[in-house]
């Protein structure tokens, strides 16, 4: 049997259309649906909190996980990375208020909230910017809009929640998708069970 950890959330509704694709699933998940382990033929599937999906997958718990980008560059966890799913794609950017034009820029030290820390802190560093980190866990934008913070490192798909809040993207620091991840050791021991799998989910990618 192969177990997946999947996130909850924005990406589900993607994941589990292609799971019925690869006939991997057939049980139907809505947003309702509170079950957190779902089994299907040879498949078991847990629904976790997206930010939980690398420590399932890491401890061996779980073979594969399904993630956004943005999660495995925070989590930083030892797993192997297999494929690009191209869908949930959005961007990593800094956003300030529209207002603010440019001033992040000559901050010496730079508040930023976000719910990603350790890729603010890195990309601050990388260009040499002191900064304070305020960890928020949702709702980043009102950071600038309260007077918590200067800006904010967040995700940006639509760019919706900034228009409709007085941002603007002043930096993108990379691009994000979903990604199929597997335990280190699963890919020895369940080699052939995954390669299967990601044949498939390659093949839908390609579509
Ligand atoms: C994410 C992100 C932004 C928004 C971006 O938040 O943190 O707030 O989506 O999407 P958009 O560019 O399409 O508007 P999420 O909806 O996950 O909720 P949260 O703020 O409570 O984390």
């Known amino acids: 049997m192969l177990t997946f950890a999947l996130s909850k959330g924005r990406l589900a509704d993607k994941i589990f259309d292609m799971l019925r694709k690869l006939k991997l699933c057939d049980i139907k998940v809505d947003d309702d649906d509170r079950r957190l382990v779902i089994e299907s033929g040879d498949y078991r599937f847990f629904l976790a ?16 996980g399904v993630v956004g980008r943005d999660t495995l560059l925070e989590e930083m966890r030892d797993l192997t990375k297999l494929l690009d799913l191209g869908f949930g794609k959005c961007k990593m950017c800094v956003c300030g208020l529209v207002s603010d034009k440019d001033k992040y820029k000559y901050k010496t030290n730079l508040r930023v909230a976000t719910k990603y820390p350790h890729i603010a802190k890195e990309y601050f560093d990388s260009i040499n910017q002191n900064t304070t980190i305020i960890k928020l866990n949702g709702s980043v934008e009102l950071g600038p809009i309260v007077g918590l913070s200067d800006c904010i490192v967040d995700i940006v798909e639509s760019g919706r929640t900034l228009k409709e809040n007085g941002l603007e993207v002043k930096e993108v620091i990379c691009e994000l998708s979903a990604r199929l991840v597997c335990n280190n050791a699963s890919l020895k021991t369940k ?17």
Request: hydrophobic share 35%; glycine share 6%.
């Open 191 to 207: 080699y052939n069970e995954i390669s299967n799998v990601v044949e498939g989910f390659k093949k839908l990618v390609k579509e």
């Open 49 to 64: 909190k997206p930010s939980d999906v690398p420590t399932f997958v890491e401890s061996g718990v779980a073979d594969l």
